[in-house]
């Protein structure tokens, strides 16, 4: 008998939502403390959902819970970048080749970068990238494959958060985005699959060289 998952009480689905936005958006920075009480009452809500929330986030990589240093921002390193930038490269581009096949709609797609190039800051940017992201392989007819690229989208988006910081790169990257979605819509599922695959790449190696070489 396959189990129903318990919903997530309102409260603390406000303050997870919440949260993870300071997060991706640079807001809350890797190493940050996260106090229960200060977010309690920033969120005008009592420790508990806070708690919860924590816990939820631990679960998805995006904080750390410790024993002695408490809750914090997950910091974000060479090998962090690798393993979740791995998964990316063997997953998405596969994900995005069957989404075209498929004759998926890519409206989401083509709406997230107008949010992008209309973005006035690097929030909005960030969540617009985020969308872009994931309206390429969430149609690919396999809702594993969807979910287990969603388990580390934020993760994802949290690298690509701390490289944005130290050396902002959008306006080469939204040029990689048209080129993969001109492809994408052209029926061309290779081709968008080999673009896709090189964006991620060049992504992770500009942002962190040292990841060069030891993959496998």
């Not at 631990?58 to 914090?72: D, E």
């Not at 673009?195 to 060049?202: D, Q, R, T, V």
Request: charged fraction near 25%; aromatic fraction near 4%.
């Amino acid at each position: 008998m396959t189990s129903v998952p318990t919903p997530i009480p309102s409260r603390t689905q406000f303050v997870l939502e919440g949260i993870k936005h300071r997060i991706l958006t640079g807001q809350l920075t890797p190493g940050q403390a996260l106090v229960e009480t200060e977010l309690a009452a920033q969120f005008g809500v009592s420790k508990t959902p806070v708690r919860e929330a924590l816990k939820t986030l631990a679960g998805t990589g995006l904080v750390v819970m410790n024993q002695y240093k408490g809750v914090t921002v997950r910091m974000v390193d060479a090998d962090m970048a690798r393993e979740v930038y791995d998964v990316r490269l063997l997953l998405e581009p596969e994900a995005l080749r069957r989404s075209v096949r498929r004759g998926s709609s890519l409206d989401t797609a083509r709406e997230a970068l107008e949010r992008a190039d209309a973005a006035t800051d690097t929030a909005q940017r960030s969540l617009a990238n985020r969308e872009f992201h994931r309206s390429l392989y969430v149609r690919c007819g396999n809702p594993l494959l969807g979910r287990m690229l969603d388990e580390v989208r934020d993760q994802a988006a949290l690298v690509s958060a701390v490289a944005w910081a130290a050396n902002p790169s959008w306006e080469r990257e939204a040029t990689e985005h048209r080129e993969i979605l001109r492809l994408a819509l052209d029926g061309d599922s290779d081709g968008a699959a080999r673009a896709l695959h090189s964006h991620i790449a060049s992504f992770v190696q500009r942002a962190f060289p040292e990841v060069q070489g030891k993959g496998e």
